[in-house]
């Protein structure tokens, strides 16, 4: 059995003091297209091993994981991850990245939708991301 994660959206964007403070997305309901891709963005990264996760669930204080998951070198000040946006994700659920870092502290993103429709609600992900990194999905 698969535990839930209990997130707090609610402050995002509150404290920019904190270990990765998430910059994208930073608004619950964005919405990314299939074939595109997702992009967490962040400062005061901190150097050393992060995992990005990707948790789904309609109730921010029951966050499910989700078999999608990268682990990545972060290094110190902002950086950039762009998940492909592809048939792994459900367009009935709703999502948020984790961050995990340091000695398992987590910095959680704004919850997001995908969608196969050419329009956009409102999204965070204008412009690509310089990231090479491809995620284990």
Known sequence: MVASI??????????QLGEFYITE???DGTTYIMGDGA???WINGVPGPLTINVLEGDDPSD???TQLSSTETAELGSGTFTL???S????SKTYC???VYGDGQSSYSARFKVTSEGIRGSTDNATPSDSN????V
């Open 6 to 15: 209990p997130i707090d959206t609610s402050n995002n964007g509150s404290n």
């Open 25 to 27: 997305p930073i608004h």
């Open 39 to 41: 992009r967490v963005s």
């Open 63 to 65: 966050m499910m994981p």
């Open 84 to 86: 492909p946006v592809n």
């Open 88 to 91: 792994a994700f459900d367009e």
């Open 97 to 99: 990245f984790q961050l």
């Open 133 to 136: 990194s491809t995620p284990n």
